[in-house]
Structures are given as C-alpha cells and as structure tokens.
C-alpha cells in the first residue's frame, strides 16, 4: 500500500486510496453508459451496416479498460477513457449511412485521424498550441463544458426535451423524470451534508427506485428505456459469438479509402481534419475543465506533465479505431470522480478495471437508466460553472469570447464548436480593438483553421 501511495502521489495530492477508489467508482457508475449506448449507435442505428452489436460491446469495455488503465499508470491524473460520444454519431450517421462508407473504411479514418493527432503530440504542436490560449478562455472552457453537462443531465432526465420552437420541459409526471428528481434531490441533499459518495449513492438509490416503478407501473407505462430499471435477461455476456471479431478489421483498409473513387481524395481528407479537430480540442477542453476543477492546473493554468495526457488520449484513439468502437477520448465525465476527491491516476485505474470488468456483465450494467445517472451530470455541471468566479470579466475583447465559448457548447452539443467559436471571435475582436500583437501566432493558425473547420460543408459542396 505505501507503494502505490508513492507511485500515485496521494500525499502530494493530498487524498488516499479509499477516496480515489470511491472516485473511480463514480466515475465509471456515470460514464458505464457509454457500455449501452455505443453499441446502439454503431451497431442498431446503422440498420445492420455497421459493426457486430456483440463484438462492439466488449471491445467498448476492452479498450476503454485498457486506455484507462494506461492513462492513471502513465499520467497519474484522474481521467476516464472512453469511446467519444459525437465521435461515434459521426461514424455512424456521416460517414457509414450518409456517405455509404463501409465501416471498417469508417473506422480506418478514425485510425488516421488518431495518427495525425499523436504525431501533433509528438512534436509539441498539440501542447504549445494549448499553452497559447489565454488564461480566460481556458476558464471559459471549463464553464462551458459544466453547461454542457448540466444540459445533458437536464435532457437524460426528461426534464427537457425536444420543442416548440427548440427545446422546453419535459412531462413531470412520467416515471423516469420522478426518479431524476428524486436522484437530484437526494443528491443535493447529501452534497450540502457533506456525505462523501453523494453522487453513487444517489445512483444506486435512483436505479432501485426506477426498478420498484417499473415493477408496479409495468414496462409498457412506466416509459424507462427496453432493458433498463428491471432484471437483465442475461447476467454474463454471450462470448460464444466471436465478440473479438472486429478487433483489427480497419487494418486492411487503411490505405484502400485513399484510392475509393466514390470518395475523393481532398473530401476524406477534409472529413479526417474535422474529425481531428473535433477530438483534437473536445480532449483539450475536457483536460482543462475537469483539472481546474480538480485544481490540478499550474497559476498559468497549464496541466503538469500534460505531454503524457495528451499521448495516451492521441493513442485511444488509433485504438478505438483499429478495435472497431470509434475514437476513444478522455472523458468529461471524469469530472464527476473529481468531485468526489479523486486527484490521482489510480481513480482511473479502478475506473480501467470496472471497464474490463463490466466486458463480462455488461448486461448488468445496462440496466442503469439514465434517469439515474442524470441527477449526477447536474450536479457536476454545477461544479464546473463555479468555475466562473475566476474569470476576469474585462472589456468586450476577452468577455465576448467567453461568453460565446460558454454558450455555444449545450446550445450547439458540442464543446468544438463552443471553442471553435471562442477562438475565432478572439482574435476577431482583438485585431479590431488594435490588440493583434497580444494574440500568440499559434491562435491565429489555430484560429484559421477553425474559419475551414466551419467552412467544411460549403468546401464540401464546392468540390463536388
């Protein structure tokens, strides 16, 4: 025990084994969904073009595991790897049903998307390109991705749904808005008492209130998605269907999508960039927002020994690709093991073994409805947005930008777009304030290069 307490830091860090391991606990209780959801994207929503459902679910808990495990020994910070969502509704809906992409192509451009973003690591772009953001806009980040969470909270709860004339509050009256009211209730209550494990235990108590309504409404009235608040129809996973099937089928298309004449080549190539793009800066988000949270940054807000983040996350997501389960990414649900003391890699190392773990119950695990963990992505989104009280409102030059960064990620479902967004109206407003020698030359590359990333689609058009 005094080992790993060396190897980990908790002194430094000031916590222990029983707090990170109640941290990884949480963490992986509310990103366990991702077990559910990323097969049911992949594997349903492509209507039987994409990869085998079975296969996907175990290599989602196989390299989620691994990836994990590999960021708390190599890291040593308190981040969770897994599949991306918005990552895979890409694969799903752009690249396999939209454009016709067999999906081993689909996840082949994962694979080099994955590539480019670790050679970018490699060569120190990636890491000078986040020391060049300014203090405000990190911190505008990190409050943008807590609306984020909230908002995602808020929609898996059922208290918001689709509307008239976009979004507007869901039915209250339903069961699984009951048990997320409920949820956030007991978890408020246990935050402002101080109960360590608030956030896991409102889970557990919410999944055992959703199983009692859906027992004595029925399945059919009580509205709980098929599977979910009731016994498994199966405690094991099946592993008698080759479920390691599609571990490594991207590999002998690797080179073929760059000579496919149904897609040209300056096409893939734009489609690879956005996709870099996208998982290029929602990781930078995520490692800036869950680290101020955990107060892990430097005074310059900067994340120590950042490099070795950034290579296991660039590394997930060659991973996610080659084994079929679409980019891996660092998680910003981590933020919820944060919020229950984790300040060290071995809350990811439990959050790596619960993965691997949960390959083998996996049906288990699916059972949890969202309206149980949706009381928990409040509650951090909350967290984050304290966040706020650090940035110096100044004049429009810094304010605006932050305040579009801040907004722009729940409106927009997407923390690219809110940085995107944030970036460009930066520089914007600094050149015309007089002020373009205060911004770093790598915000104006980077800067530009999202002006393209939001001129895509016409380019796209243009090209055709």
């Not at 590394?315 to 919820?336: P, W």
């Not at 093991?337 to 695990?365: D, K, M, N, Q, W």
């Not at 509650?379 to 801040?406: C, H, K, Q, S």
Request: aromatic residues 10%.
């Amino acid at each position: 025990m005094e080992a790993v307490a060396r190897y980990f830091k908790f002194a430094e860090r000031g916590t222990n084994i029983f707090t990170e391991s109640r941290a990884g606990l949480t963490t992986f209780m509310v990103m366990a969904y991702i077990i559910a959801v990323n097969p049911s994207i992949l594997s349903l929503a492509t209507k039987g073009q994409g990869p085998d459902q079975i296969s996907t679910i175990v290599m989602t808990c196989l390299i989620a595991g691994v990836m994990t495990l590999a960021m708390g020994f190599i890291a040593n910070y308190p981040f969770a790897v897994a599949a991306g969502m918005g990552l895979n509704a890409v694969v799903a809906f752009d690249l396999i049903l939209g454009r016709g992409m067999a999906w081993q192509d689909a996840m082949a451009v994962i694979a080099w998307e994955g590539i480019i973003i670790t050679v970018l690591v490699l060569t120190g772009l990636r890491q000078a390109i986040m020391a060049a953001i300014p203090m405000s806009l990190k911190r505008s980040i990190g409050v943008g991705i807590g609306l984020f969470i909230l908002f995602i909270g808020l929609q898996e709860g059922g208290f918001v749904v689709a509307g008239s004339p976009l979004v507007t509050r869901g039915a209250i009256t339903t069961a699984p808005v009951l048990v997320f009211v409920v949820g956030l209730a007991l978890a408020l209550f246990l935050m402002v008492r101080k109960v360590k494990g608030g956030l896991l235990i409102s889970i557990i108590a919410s999944t055992i209130l959703a199983i009692v309504l859906n027992s004595w409404l029925g399945t059919d009235k009580a509205g709980f998605a098929a599977g979910t608040a009731q016994a498994p129809a199966e405690w094991i996973t099946n592993f008698g269907n080759n479920p390691f099937s599609t571990l490594g089928a991207p590999l002998s298309h690797m080179l073929t999508i760059w000579t496919d004449p149904a897609l040209p080549v300056i096409t893939l190539a734009l489609v690879v960039f956005s996709l870099m793009l996208s998982d290029f800066f929602d990781t930078m988000g995520t490692v800036i927002g869950v680290g101020e949270e955990a107060g892990l940054l430097d005074e310059d807000g900067n994340l120590p020994g950042i490099t070795r983040v950034l290579i296991v996350d660039s590394v997930a997501a060659i991973a996610g690709g080659l084994g079929s389960t679409s980019s891996n990414t660092t998680y910003i649900e981590s933020a919820a093991g944060v919020s229950e003391g984790g300040r060290t890699g071995f809350t990811a190392v439990v959050v790596g073994l619960l993965f691997l773990v949960a390959a083998l119950f996996a049906p288990v695990i699916a059972i949890i409805p969202q309206a149980a963990t949706a009381p928990a992505l409040v509650v951090v989104g909350y967290l984050m947005f304290t966040i706020t009280r650090e940035i110096e409102w100044g004049e429009m030059d810094d304010l605006f930008p932050a305040m579009v960064t801040m907004i722009v990620m729940p409106l927009t479902y997407s923390i690219t777009n809110g940085i995107a967004a944030g970036f460009v109206a930066y520089v914007f407003l600094k050149a015309l304030h007089g002020k373009a020698r205060e911004v770093h030359p790598l915000m104006w590359v980077v800067s530009a290069a999202f002006v393209l990333y939001f001129a895509a689609d016409y380019i796209q058009i243009l090209l055709k």
